[in-house]
């Protein structure tokens, strides 16, 4: 997964500075030229729907999610194991919740056959693919890992959970920066 990782932020990262490119000439041929390539707008929309559907899973596999974790360093190793077995389980439940209402969204633009309200008319369906794979690559992840953490915690192996699932501490992601520095 931390390869999937990587290169989801890569490609990510690519299609943003793409649209960058694309709404800078954009801009410059407007401004200079009169004219316009229409549908900047519309691909940035597009690029940032499967961006951040893709988001969920990289901060799902790198361990980025947001959690104040203010108390749960001083609880007990127990009780930070149970408090990480729910994160853990919210998670699935969120990507399965996002999986069945995606469905719903994809199964009416099918019916539909929903376009664009713009100069390109995109059939909606393809960007909603891009989006809807997101949320079920997002869902499979977070349902695998609710499962992994599920089993570990009915094991007692509270010091593998608290492992593998406890939010980043600042000490960790100094670590994670020095290793990148490293690295480079």
Partial sequence: MRHFSRLASWLFGLALVALSLFVTVETISRKLFNHSFEGADELGGYVLAIGSSLAFTVALVERAHVRIDVVHGRLPLRARAVLDWLSAVSLGLL??????????????????????????????????????????????????????????????????????????????????????VEAR
């Fill in 95 to 180: 990507g399965g919740f996002l999986v069945y209402i995606g469905y719903y969204v994809i199964r009416d633009t099918l019916s539909y056959g929903s376009v664009a309200q713009s100069p390109w008319a995109t059939p909606l369906i393809y960007p909603q693919s891009g989006w809807y794979a997101g949320y079920v690559l997002f869902a499979v992840a977070s349902v695998a890992l609710a499962v992994y953490a599920t089993v570990l915690l009915v094991r007692g192996r509270f010091e593998a959970l608290s492992a593998h699932f406890d939010p980043m501490g600042a000490e960790d992601e100094v670590r994670e920066e020095l290793s990148h």
